[in-house]
């Protein structure tokens, strides 16, 4: 295999292992399993693997963008303000695709809240 193609293969691959990857997530990943990928190489394909539709890349307020396949079917995401976690939301009804008179292709939403695991570990949240 071309070293480009490796390369490119080793970026999908952590994104598959960690499921919703920012470019810091790829960079630690890689080098704890003894890849040396440039930082430069990482940006470089993640913007290549994100306009040829293999990784979504998926952008939420006021933090950095994340990574993830684009196989997996369009869904929403839920965004934990305590612990940080997304979780992804499948059961959206974003079946919409025309909004007074224009075309939607695509419906993504970012809910921010106190994920299920917090709500229980902190009774403060519970209200
Ligand atoms: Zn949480
Ligand atoms: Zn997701």
């Given at each position: 295999m071309e070293r480009s193609t490796i390369q490119r293969k080793l970026i999908v691959d952590s994104v598959k292992s960690i499921g919703h990857a920012t470019t810091k997530d790829i960079i630690s990943y890689l080098s704890n399993n003894g890849y040396n990928v440039s930082i430069g190489t990482i940006y470089r394909n993640l913007d290549l693997l994100v306009n040829e539709n293999i990784l979504r890349r998926v952008s939420i307020n006021f933090k950095e963008d994340y990574y993830e396949l684009s196989e997996i079917s369009t869904h929403n995401h839920f965004i934990c303000e305590k612990c940080g976690k997304i979780i992804d939301i499948?059961?959206?009804?974003?079946?919409?695709?025309?909004i007074n008179g224009n075309k939607v292709i695509s419906n993504t939403t970012t809910y921010y809240g106190i994920c299920k695991e917090c709500l229980e570990n902190n009774k403060d949240y519970s209200n």
């Open positions: 499948f059961n959206n009804n974003s079946s919409i695709n025309e």
